[in-house]
Structures are given as structure tokens and as C-alpha cells.
């Protein structure tokens, strides 16, 4: 006898459909393990300023402080992160959390990067929303402000990317 195993499913559900707000001139990325990117195209060569988003499962109940906590090691695991700034906040309509720094990244220099995480428990399994925010540091003038706009803008959507009223929205 067998049974029939899906995904969708009870067992396994879909991650939270999620967007931003692109400015103009701001495209689409196609970037491996994320769920969303977008980026400011710039010269051949140049380093491409980009927030991109990862949703990961991991099963039973993740606490948030936990996930922050596997986030902050990750930075402070590197030997020239300079944090800028960490705080509690809201992400994704949900408790949250955001981390800011430099680091030396091969090929590129050094780079802003911040990262606004948060947890949502579905079921059997949470998922982790991490989004992270990336730009050359001699952009971080420029592009700091951006950057953290588009991170601020990381909301739930419908199955069509539609955005979900608010009600809908602490639901997802």
C-alpha cells in the first residue's frame, strides 16, 4: 500500500508569497537560493547593488531568537566585520530583526551588507525570511537610504503578487 505525499500540503506548506518596492531603474535578479532579488545595473565590471531574499524551512518551531543568533554568528565569524548597527524590529509585518555592517568580500572590496530577518511558524515547519541588502562601499553613500527602503518594503502578497490587504497580511 502507498500513500500519496504532496507540496503543497499540511505537511509541507508553501513558504510566505513576499515583495518589495524596486525603484526605478531597479530590475528583476535571477539569484541561486533566493526566492526574490532585484539589483541596480551599472557598469560591466562594477559591483551590482542588490537585495535578495531567501525563505528557509526548517522543521518543527524555530524561535527567532535563534535564527538571529545563527545571522549574527555568520557575521562575527568573519574576521573583518565592523558592525555598523543591530536592533528589534519589525519585518514582514512580524517581530524581526536587522543587522549592519562592512566586510571584505573577494573580487569586490568591501561592501555594506544589512540583513532583515524574521520567522513564521506554518504547521510542521518555520520559515526563516531573510533578506539582505548589498552594495560596494564606495555606493554606500548613495545607496544606503535605497537599500534600506527596499528592505523596509518586504511585504506579503497573494499567490499572484498581488499585494494582500492588512488583515491578510498577519495571516500570511
Excluded at 59 to 65: H, T, V
Excluded at 89 to 96: C, I, L, N, S
Excluded at 130 to 158: G, H, K, M, Y
Aim: overall charge negative; hydrophobic content about 45%.
Amino acid at each position: 500500500m502507498s500513500q500519496f505525499v504532496s507540496y503543497p500540503s499540511a505537511a509541507f506548506p508553501a513558504p510566505p508569497a513576499l515583495g518589495v518596492d524596486a525603484p526605478d531603474g531597479w530590475s528583476a535578479l535571477v539569484v541561486e537560493n533566493t526566492v526574490l532579488a532585484v539589483g541596480l545595473p551599472g557598469e560591466p565590471g562594477s559591483f551590482t547593488p542588490n537585495v535578495c531574499v531567501s525563505v528557509s524551512r526548517v522543521p518543527g518551531i524555530r524561535s527567532l531568537d535563534q535564527s538571529v543568533e545563527s545571522v549574527v554568528n555568520g557575521y562575527e565569524a568573519l574576521a573583518d566585520f565592523a558592525e555598523i548597527g543591530r536592533k528589534s524590529r519589525e519585518v514582514f509585518d512580524r517581530p524581526g530583526f536587522r543587522i549592519e555592517g562592512s566586510f571584505g568580500m573577494p573580487g569586490v572590496g568591501t561592501v555594506y551588507q544589512a540583513a532583515h530577518l524574521t520567522v513564521v511558524p506554518q504547521g510542521t515547519v518555520t520559515h526563516v525570511i531573510n533578506a539582505v541588502a548589498t552594495c560596494a562601499a564606495a555606493q554606500a553613500a548613495e545607496l544606503v537610504p535605497v537599500l534600506r527602503a527596499i528592505l523596509d518594503s518586504l511585504r506579503a502578497v497573494d499567490e499572484n503578487g498581488a499585494e494582500l490587504a492588512a488583515e491578510e497580511t498577519a495571516r500570511a
